[in-house]
């Protein structure tokens, strides 16, 4: 299928002389996220707050972003908002093993789920780096969307990260930390180990594929305004390499252009068979050029791999404006590529 869319405005394991080293994916420690209840007006506040952050820094990128009251125009309703939080769901602060490494993780799930029930599972790459852009016990956006449409939810927050071992690498080994969660998920006992997708935005995008370069097995796979060439992103956002690249990957000045492409899911699709692809990006987006999900798209079509591409007219980093329209097709593709 190609198509081509412009849409409008467990428990802790004790390690004793004669244990065995927790295996890649092995949950090693769970305990009940800390959720702290946010106020329909306060949430509003948040997310007004942030976006007027974008808007000036996309302005001093030369990038002019739609006003906020566009954005306040389409947030959710009261209502919307009250049958979001309304929703039962539960929520563990996880560590998972990984190349040696106790690694961080959230794991949504609806909160009762019947006997004998398999759901599922969805692992989510988060954007940023450090811990900007990482998870938080809450769920909102598309991870709230996935766990009220009946999905379990992994919320992945790399090596380095929220109380995790190692040194995060923006996509060196701990795209290894990508590829255990997918292990881990399919030894949840409420996982239906048969359906296991990726999903990821901006810097989780480029995750994404690159853990399914190594080794990722999954039924399919959704990306939100994915950073796919960083050789374009480097001349556009000169400003990542200097406070981003050169500080997280390693050896990152004995060969910027090798490290560069190693990380360029532009070029895991050109030579990746890639399991379905939803590709989602925004034309107003100053993190990420769209371009880069243009490439993606040419080299999976040169290809013929299947993919959907839909690109959001005027809209932003995340599609935070036609956030209802990224949530319904992200949903509908996972269950598209369901094993049933």
Same mark, same amino acid.
Request: one cysteine or more; charged letters at 20%; proline letters at 5%.
């Given at each position: 299928?190609?198509?081509?869319?412009?849409?409008?405005?467990?428990?802790?394991?004790?390690?004793?002389?004669?244990?065995?080293?927790?295996?890649?994916?092995?949950?090693?420690?769970?305990?009940?996220?800390?959720?702290?209840?946010?106020?329909? #007006?306060?949430?509003?506040?948040?997310?007004?707050?942030?976006?007027?952050?974008?808007?000036?820094?996309?302005?001093?990128?030369?990038?002019?972003?739609?006003?906020?009251?566009?954005?306040?125009?389409?947030?959710?309703?009261?209502?919307?908002?009250?049958?979001?939080?309304?929703?039962?769901?539960?929520?563990?602060?996880?560590?998972?093993?990984?190349?040696?490494?106790?690694?961080?993780?959230?794991?949504?799930?609806?909160?009762?789920?019947?006997?004998?029930?398999?759901?599922?599972?969805?692992?989510?790459?988060?954007?940023?780096?450090?811990?900007?852009?990482?998870?938080?016990?809450?769920?909102?956006?598309?991870?709230?969307?996935?766990?009220?449409?009946?999905?379990?939810?992994?919320?992945?927050?790399?090596?380095?990260? #929220?109380?995790?071992?190692?040194?995060?690498?923006?996509?060196?080994?701990?795209?290894? #930390?990508?590829?255990?969660?997918?292990?881990?998920?399919?030894?949840?006992?409420?996982?239906?180990?048969?359906?296991?997708?990726?999903?990821?935005?901006?810097?989780?995008?480029?995750?994404?594929?690159?853990?399914?370069?190594?080794?990722?097995?999954?039924?399919?796979?959704?990306?939100?305004?994915?950073?796919?060439?960083?050789?374009?992103?480097?001349?556009?956002?000169?400003?990542?390499?200097?406070?981003?690249?050169?500080?997280?990957?390693?050896?990152?000045?004995?060969?910027?252009?090798?490290?560069?492409?190693?990380?360029?899911?532009?070029?895991?699709?050109?030579?990746?068979?890639?399991?379905?692809?939803?590709?989602?990006?925004?034309?107003?987006?100053?993190?990420?050029?769209?371009? #880069?999900?243009?490439?993606?798209?040419?080299?999976?079509?040169?290809?013929?791999?299947?993919?959907?591409?839909?690109?959001?007219?005027?809209?932003?980093?995340?599609?935070?404006?036609?956030?209802?329209?990224?949530?319904?097709?992200?949903?509908?593709?996972?269950?598209?590529?369901?094993?049933?």
């Amino acid at each position: 299928m190609f198509r081509f869319l412009l849409i409008g405005a467990a428990s802790m394991v004790f390690a004793g002389a004669a244990s065995a080293k927790p295996a890649d994916g092995e949950l090693v420690s769970s305990k009940p996220c800390l959720r702290r209840p946010i106020s329909y #007006d306060e949430s509003v506040a948040l997310i007004r707050k942030a976006y007027e952050s974008e808007v000036a820094l996309a302005s001093k990128a030369g990038i002019a972003q739609p006003p906020v009251s566009d954005f306040l125009a389409v947030a959710p309703t009261r209502a919307e908002y009250a049958a979001l939080t309304a929703h039962n769901y539960s929520c563990r602060s996880v560590l998972y093993e990984s190349d040696g490494l106790k690694v961080a993780a959230y794991i949504w799930e609806p909160a009762h789920i019947p006997a004998g029930t398999k759901l599922p599972v969805v692992v989510a790459s988060r954007g940023g780096n450090r811990d900007f852009g990482k998870f938080t016990p809450e769920a909102h956006g598309t991870t709230a969307a996935l766990v009220a449409a009946g999905f379990v939810v992994i919320g992945v927050q790399y090596r380095g990260v #929220d109380g995790g071992e190692g040194i995060e690498q923006f996509g060196g080994d701990d795209v290894h #930390d990508v590829v255990n969660a997918v292990t881990l998920a399919r030894r949840l006992p409420e996982a239906d180990s048969r359906n296991v997708f990726l999903t990821g935005g901006s810097r989780g995008g480029m995750m994404v594929y690159l853990a399914i370069r190594d080794g990722a097995k999954v039924n399919a796979a959704a990306t939100i305004s994915a950073m796919t060439d960083l050789g374009l992103e480097s001349k556009r956002r000169p400003n990542m390499e200097t406070d981003v690249w050169r500080q997280l990957i390693p050896n990152y000045d004995a060969n910027p252009g090798a490290a560069l492409a190693s990380r360029s899911g532009v070029v895991v699709a050109e030579h990746v068979d890639l399991p379905p692809m939803l590709i989602l990006h925004g034309t107003a987006d100053w993190r990420v050029d769209p371009r #880069d999900s243009y490439e993606v798209a040419e080299a999976l079509q040169a290809r013929h791999r299947p993919y959907s591409l839909h690109i959001f007219d005027n809209d932003v980093h995340g599609i935070s404006l036609n956030w209802r329209e990224r949530d319904r097709l992200i949903i509908d593709w996972f269950r598209q590529h369901m094993v049933r």
